[in-house]
């Protein structure tokens, strides 16, 4: 067990000295450093929106909302008379969000299918036009000014923080009554698993991790408004997910990657980058609608099993 720690020890650490070495010598100018700092924003994205969608088998739209949430939270209190210290606004971001998704959780995750996405769906859009009509928010025209209190190492340890986390709940007894719940809820409350309680539990995470992303990007880009968290910044999650494929926490980080870089590479053309995303879901769905991964992991060891696979 020692040495498959230091296994993922020595990964993670090799590959954050190897881009801080790229950073420093310049290799990696101001320009690309944008680009990782929305790859790791991306990857949170994608692995907390997959624990709802993915691992639980819920079908969220929802989750801008709970980015929203996050960036006003820290927005706000960053830019106070007596600012609050950075990183604990980003805990109480996440934690604002949770509560929210608890809330809206408990009444919405009875629904399935269709009529939860649309109810998701909904709640994303009422958070976006609260926000939009709270003059002390800054209405249409947002928050700027946001000081930047986050730098690359910050968005590193956050990024595999939050992997981990997420990781570790799969491969936990809470995992294993979720995944349950995706392949057969009937079948999961016949043999005694509290459905409603799980469902509600992968929400709250998964808001929990969406509002921390939306306060490293207010901490890191120093200017948020309403539109830039409506429907379809859910969908941009969403794709994510699906060509990562539903279940698969690697298929995500890859995904988000891809698609990052080619939303940098296409930025000039907005308008294309949309149709690219809509062929993108077209393609999937198909000639591989379970994703690029499916359900499958790429692991460096045995060390943190995923999607309900036990230890060998």
């Known amino acids: 067990m020692k040495k498959r720690l230091l296994v993922y020890s020595a990964f993670i650490i090799v590959l954050y000295l ?22 790791m924003l991306n990857i949170i994205l994608a692995v907390s929106l997959n624990l709802i969608n993915g691992i639980t088998g819920q079908f969220s739209l929802g989750h801008a909302g709970f980015m929203a949430i996050g960036a006003y939270t820290t927005a706000v209190l960053t830019t106070l008379e007596k600012p609050v210290p950075f990183y604990l606004t980003v805990l109480i971001g996440g934690l604002f969000a949770m509560i929210c998704g608890l809330i809206i959780g408990l009444p919405v995750l009875r629904l399935r299918g269709d009529y939860l996405a649309i ?12 926000i939009q009509n709270i003059d002390y928010l800054g209405g249409a025209s947002g928050i700027s000014d946001i000081p930047q209190g986050i730098d690359w190492t910050g968005y590193f340890v956050i990024t595999v923080l939050s992997v981990v ?22 079948a999961a409350e016949a043999m005694g698993i509290n459905t409603t309680l799980y469902k509600v539990l992968a929400f709250m995470i998964g808001a929990f991790f969406a509002g921390v992303a939306g306060s490293i990007y207010s901490g890191s880009f120093g200017f948020i408004q309403p539109d830039m968290f409506n429907f379809f910044k859910s969908i941009d999650i969403l794709v994510i997910v699906v060509l990562g494929g539903l279940g698969s926490i690697s298929g995500s980080i890859i995904s988000a990657i891809v698609l990052t870089i080619i939303s940098a590479l296409l930025q000039d053309y907005p308008a294309v ?23 499958k992991e790429i692991r460096l060891s045995k060390l943190i099993p995923i999607g309900g696979e036990k230890n060998a």
């Open 18 to 39: 190897i881009i801080t070495l790229l950073m420093k010598i310049g290799i990696i100018d101001d320009y690309i450093k944008l680009n990782l700092f929305l790859i």
């Open 119 to 130: 109810a998701t769906l909904g709640f994303g859009e009422i958070i976006r036009v609260i």
């Open 165 to 186: 986390v997420i990781l570790n709940i799969i491969n936990s007894s809470f995992g294993r009554a979720m995944i349950a719940i995706r392949e057969d809820e009937i």
């Open 273 to 295: 980058r949309m149709v690219l995303y809509s062929l993108i879901l077209i393609i999937i769905m198909l000639f591989r609608p379970q994703g690029l991964m499916g359900t």
